[in-house]
Nanobody
Framework: VQLQASGGGLVQAGGSLRLSCAAS????????MGWFRQSPGKERELVAT??????SIRYADSVKGRFTISRDMNTLYLQMNSLKPEDTAVYYC?????????????????WGQGTQVTVSS
């Protein structure tokens, strides 16, 4: 199983980026998928999670109203609008084997390699 994240880059504050995460090796149609991020000196934190197509979605308070998570059968997306310098981090996608909502790192079984997002002020 592989998760391949892409779409990161350098953007000015107020700008937008769209991250993608393509899963291969198995299908995750009924499993939770999510985005986490980690900035230097900080713990990895949940950004958003979606449990399956059309299912429950949760966001970190810091990104509500600015980020949108979506997915099709095996690709996860994160639309990031109104980006702020504090959104700068390495963003990781993750997938769980279990069905249902997953909000903690330990609930996820597979991780992508991370993509760097840098927001300049």
């Amino acid at each position: 199983v592989q998760l391949q994240a892409s779409g990161g880059g350098l953007v000015q504050a107020g700008g937008s980026l769209r991250l993608s995460c393509a899963a291969s090796g198995r299908t995750f149609g009924r499993s939770a998928m999510g985005w986490f991020r980690q900035s230097p000196g900080k713990e990895r934190e949940l950004v958003a999670t979606i449990n399956w197509i059309g299912g429950s979605i949760r966001y970190a308070d810091s990104v509500k109203g600015r980020f949108t998570i979506s997915r099709d059968m095996n690709t996860l997306y994160l639309q990031m609008n109104s980006l702020k310098p504090e959104d700068t981090a390495v963003y990781y996608c993750a997938a769980a084997l279990a069905v249902g909502t997953a909000t903690t790192m330990r609930q996820y079984d597979y991780w992508g390699q991370g993509t760097q997002v840098t927001v300049s002020s």
